[in-house]
């Protein structure tokens, strides 16, 4: 099954984008290839770049302290684990206390790395870490992988503060929801959304054997998916044709 996602408000929009981010760099470290570490860097940026909204971390961490109010709504509860529950709201408190104590912007110590931010300034210029342009790159770059990774793992955990609450708020977000299965009519499928709950997050999954592609819309009143498919001439066009079953889950 392919997942997609769709996130209803910019808040979730933000948190997906960096955990997408996330991923990617811890993959890109992981592999010895000079051009993988090239984009492990690019990617670093990316995220310091998604990072940088003011109130990102005002965010984060009022989400962070709303689910630790729930949580411990739960003490008490003969059905809850009492040591299980102590444990994840230790988790969320590391998670709220990391990114409070971590002043300024997201990155901000990478800053002060004149050689990381010379590689910043070309990276984004087609061709512009070419060995003429930044020749201590080009040497960097055939240094010994092992070399290359504990830098790039170092600069990486410069932005753990911000990775941790996002991969847990994403989590949790994910889990509270209810999978259903529904049918696309002519290529189309609407639903109109209760009233007096906000969503936040569709998770929608697709055969891939179906060859089809959702284009997802949505906000706090209906969503709709529109299954799109690729024609001969590599053009996506309405499956007006088709009938087809997928699974979505509303997550608030």
Known sequence: MILYEYPFNERIRTYLRLEHLFHRL???IARSHPLD??????????????????DLKTEILKDLDKHKQLYNGYRGNPAISEAALDQFIARLDACFTALHEDAGKVGHALTDDEWLMSVRS????????CAFDLPAYHDWQ???????????????QQLAGLAAPVQLLLALLRDNGLPQKVMAHNGQFQQNLPQGKTYQLLRLWLEPDLQLIP????NRLLFSVRLLQRGPDARLALAT???AEFEVTLCA
Do not use: N
């Open 215 to 218: 284009e997802i819309s949505g």
């Open 142 to 156: 055939h240094r010994a992988p092992a070399m290359r990774q504990q830098e790039l793992s170092g600069w990486a």
């Open 241 to 243: 044709d088709r009938q």
């Open 122 to 129: 070309r990276i984004g210029i087609p061709g512009g870490t």
């Open 37 to 54: 570490h090239h984009f492990a860097i690019q990617t670093i940026f990316e995220i310091m770049d998604v990072g940088a909204r003011s």
């Open 26 to 28: 811890a993959e890109l």
